[in-house]
């Protein structure tokens, strides 16, 4: 398990790291896993089995900076562990769907995808309609314009392509929940804890949606755990937020508030909670 490691006293700390990091990752605790990972490789930083289970863990937390690096930095590298390097194959192809194809590029030009009309996406979908960035580009497109249900059409499309898709579960938690559909949104919101039980979106998403079904206690335990795993998540602040206030802590909300406040990130998805705790958009049914 740790060949790639030189047994000196030094490294023993690497080594350790290296196991727990191992442990998270059978367990499916890919935050956990990769916070191990990253320890270990600033003591050992070009462990082959290191980088090859921090392409695994960045993958499943959605940290594509971490996936690319870590694949570069095993760029010519020899992985003896014929499973690994088949898992590590895996995923580097199905990573090209988290990216425009070369079609799409072509589309792009310089333009990023946000920027591109939904009428180009239409158009550009009925010649290559199982392009699976194109579905979930104009998905996005779609929720962000509050037109739920044809977001969530285009969603069950792209699903029945790729069922594991992330991008399209996670939109699927927020569309359903919208529509309120909140029995759909948490079945999705559990499809992906199922493949990482500390999927920092689902848990955000899930608590948001328990929430809005008036279960204030549980939907603030749910955010609570997802804020101990990560406390600078954006989203999950706005939904701390909005669980504090609901479970009526008004100091704990304005404490999470003054924390978002201190970056743009931050402060532009806190305008969402704000709304509802100034009653301006209705949350709860």
């Known amino acids: ?17 290296l196991a727990r990091g191992e442990k998270a990752e059978l367990n499916r605790n890919y ?5 191990e990972l990253e320890k270990a490789k600033k003591l050992v930083p070009g462990s082959i089995d290191i980088l090859s289970h921090l ?18 930095a095993l760029e010519n590298k020899t992985i003896e562990d014929t499973l690994l390097v088949s898992e590590l194959n895996e995923i580097a192809a199905e990573a090209r769907d988290y990216f425009p194809s070369d079609s799409l590029i072509k589309i792009l030009g310089k333009r990023k995808p946000t920027e591109i009309p939904d009428t180009a996406y239409q158009r550009y979908l009925r010649k290559f ?16 314009q509050e037109k739920y249900k044809s977001s969530d059409s285009l969603l069950s499309t792209l699903l029945a392509i790729d069922h594991t898709y992330a991008p399209a579960l ?3 938690t927020m569309v359903k929940r919208e ?7 948490i079945y999705y919101c559990d499809q992906l804890l199922e493949t990482n039980h500390q999927s920092l979106f689902a848990l955000s998403s899930k608590s948001r949606t328990l929430l809005k079904t008036g279960k204030n206690k549980i939907g603030l335990k749910l955010a609570e755990e997802c804020y101990h795993l990560d406390k600078s998540m954006s989203y999950n602040l706005a939904t ?6 609901l479970n009526k802590d008004y100091k704990q909300r304005d404490a999470i508030i003054a924390i978002a406040a201190r970056d743009s990130d931050g402060e532009s998805y806190m305008k969402y909670a704000k709304d509802i705790i100034s009653n301006k958009v209705k949350f709860q049914n």
């Open 179 to 185: 529509i309120n559909e909140p029995d759909s949104s």
């Open 31 to 35: 935050i956990t896993e990769q916070n």
């Open 55 to 72: 392409v695994i863990a960045g993958f499943n937390n959605d940290d594509f900076k971490t996936v690319l690096s870590s694949l570069n």
């Open 170 to 172: 996670n939109l699927k």
């Open 240 to 245: 701390l937020a909005i669980a504090y206030h």
């Open 129 to 144: 309609p199982r392009d699976i960035f194109a579905l979930i580009s104009l998905a996005s497109s779609y929720a962000g």
């Open 1 to 17: 398990m740790l060949i790639s490691l030189i047994w000196l006293p030094t490294n023993l700390n690497a080594a350790l790291e």
